[in-house]
């Protein structure tokens, strides 16, 4: 019988879903993965193969109310960003001498925190001490996220002696109300000052976040925000939607709940805010990533070769990403291993020459086939049976039965289903009906 679609359907979907960063999601990890795991994983890393390196620096100046990051604040006159580096160092000399020798690196993404808390010196003496250890592919990428309350010159300079060729700079809202409700305050100088000094290090890739359904937000400032960051010309855009959760974040508690905008009125924000960007010639990519036609992660849409991971979109795979620093998640082929989320636990770790890992997971065949439809949803809102029946084989017959079943999916090609209904407002919702983990949904943001 030939399946009828209605909006209404997803209606009995949850309203509240992960992510879907990773699958299982994060709060699925357990602490039988240890750091024997992560020395075996990173041990069988096959040889000659393309690694990803992502470095955590958890440092703040102040934090913001809305974050929901692990950060933490400075103490002043401390020495904690010294401190914190060189453990960062030991900790990377250790994963080295633990891989295969021949693997070499083909992306580096600094992110936090702020990275850019580092000193110019503390950024030439970490980034010299990975290119000391590490041979880079032809095609390496460095990325940074950058506050641009938190940057200047002398630091752009040390960066750029690397090579930096993407950024991410944080936006949020330039309004004032409602960075005063957010506890944050950026002016758009400032942001424009941060964007000419990237351009200026000739940064090919420039990508800027921004968040809706704020706390005070109304639709014309909103408008405002984004035609002030459309001015900018970034490369890429990412609108995520603010998720209140104060049970995680705790600093989120300073946020008047009253001043949210209910559910509606967040996705008009956000319905307007897709239109004027995809107006000024954006591409989206899946559900909350917009980018020029010519930037690699659009190129990288039309090649069907954009991958979802814990920076969210991305425009190349790696098998194996390794994670440094505090509360950092390594992603490797048989599983994850997260750091101790503790900035102490995890220097007093390392300090003793183990590594830092305290909890994770180990792939399933299962997980493995749940995750790839999670990802092929999250990504391009459709899941193909024939590619399902090429990497899993037999394996993946009850999946496959799964998707033909169900009643979001429609049937568009031969062996393809897809979305049916607003596919990128309700990605996040169907791809929960493959999460073989899925409880307590209640506790994850809201889906739109
Ligand atoms: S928004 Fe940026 S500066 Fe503010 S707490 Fe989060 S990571 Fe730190």
Redesign the pocket.
Known sequence: MEKKFTSAKTKSLPSRVPRYTSYPPANHFKGSITNCQTQFWLQTVPKKSEISLYIHIPF?RS??WF?A?R?QGLAKRSNALGEYLKILKQEIDMIRKTLPMDVTVNSLHLG???PTILSEDQITDLLSHIKNRFQFTKKFQFSVEI?PTEIDQPRMNALKKFKINRASV?VQDFNPTVQQSIG?TQTFEQTKHCFDMLRKAKVASINVDFLYGLPTQKKDGFVKTIRSILDLNPDRIAMYGYAHVPWIARRQIMINHQDLPKENDRKALMEAGRDIIMTHGYLPIGIDHFATPKDPLALAENAKLVCRNFQGYNDHHSDNIIGVGASAISHFTHGYAQNAVSTREYMERISKNEFATTRGHAFTLDDKICGHVVEQLMCYFEVSLQDLERRFGKAAADTCQKISADPNLQLVGDSTYRIAAEPHLNARRVASCFDEYKTNFKAHSMAI
Request: hydrophobic letters at 10%; aromatic letters at 0%.
């Open positions: 703040c934090l913001c974050c990051c950060t936090g925190g702020t506050d944080g944050r």
